[in-house]
């Protein structure tokens, strides 16, 4: 399993963007990114992901480094609907496989 | 609405009675998992099944029995619960390939006296 890192908690403050670091420097060639976040009592839920391009959804982006070692999820106006802790997850299959979630980071919105 | 429920949603019980925590999705996924979630040691995964009858164990499987008899259904028996069974638990599915994604449960959480 490739080891992440990620900031233990981040803050920001609502309708402002907010960057999410990623360093998964021993992620192989082939695993996708996935982005999961938990929000409180509540089960992780899935935000997004990708392969070696950005990538963008209604709900983020994805901004992929060159070689892959780090990606950042940028949240591009934070709501206080958005705060929950956000897993940074290297993964060959995406689905059908565990997944394994590291300490994540907290990210408080403050209004 | 695709989702995964769980049932019940918080038990508490006493040691060595047995229970069944149910999972269910209306996707058609082929993969269904448990993961506990306790403070300090994240998400573990429990068991797995890559499809009906098929099922494995993950990384914390003692104490812990899964079924798959049907494809929308994966409960988690515990024989004889134990107190430091006592978490929070999640049911996850998902389509079977590459860059799939996996939709989670809202959460058992289970008090083992």
């Known amino acids: 399993d490739a080891k992440t890192t990620q900031p233990n908690s981040m803050e920001s403050n609502e309708e402002e963007p907010v960057h999410l670091p990623c360093n998964h420097s021993?992620?192989?060639?082939?695993?996708?990114i996935h982005w999961y976040r938990q929000l409180p009592s509540q089960g992780p839920e899935y935000v997004i992901h990708?392969?070696?391009s950005n990538v963008n959804n209604r709900m983020a982006s994805l901004a992929i480094a060159e070689d892959r070692k780090s990606s950042t999820l940028i949240l591009h106006r934070a709501t206080l609907r958005d705060a929950a802790v956000y897993y940074c997850?290297?993964?060959?299959?995406?689905?059908?496989?565990?997944?394994?979630f590291g300490k994540g980071t907290k990210l408080t919105v403050n209004p | 609405e695709a989702q995964v429920t769980q049932n019940p949603r918080y038990l508490i019980t006493v040691t060595g009675k047995k229970l069944t925590v149910t999972c269910s999705q209306n996707?058609?996924?082929?993969?269904m998992s448990w993961y506990r979630q306790d403070p300090g040691l994240g998400l573990r995964q429990i068991y797995y099944?890559?499809?009906?009858?098929?099922?494995d164990k993950g990384d914390v499987p003692e104490g812990y029995k899964v079924s798959r008899k049907e494809k929308r259904n994966f409960p988690l028996i515990l024989e004889s619960p134990s107190p430091n069974q006592t978490s929070l638990y999640f049911c996850?599915?998902?389509?079977?390939?590459?860059?799939?994604?996996?939709?989670f449960g809202p959460g058992t959480r289970l008090l083992v006296l």
């Open positions: 996850a599915s998902s389509f079977v390939g590459r860059g799939e994604t996996q939709y």
């Open positions: 021993t992620i192989s060639g082939t695993d996708y």
């Open positions: 990708g392969l070696t």
């Open positions: 997850i290297p993964s060959t299959q995406g689905g059908s496989e565990k997944l394994v």
């Open positions: 996707m058609n996924h082929e993969y």
């Open positions: 099944s890559m499809n009906v009858e098929v099922t």
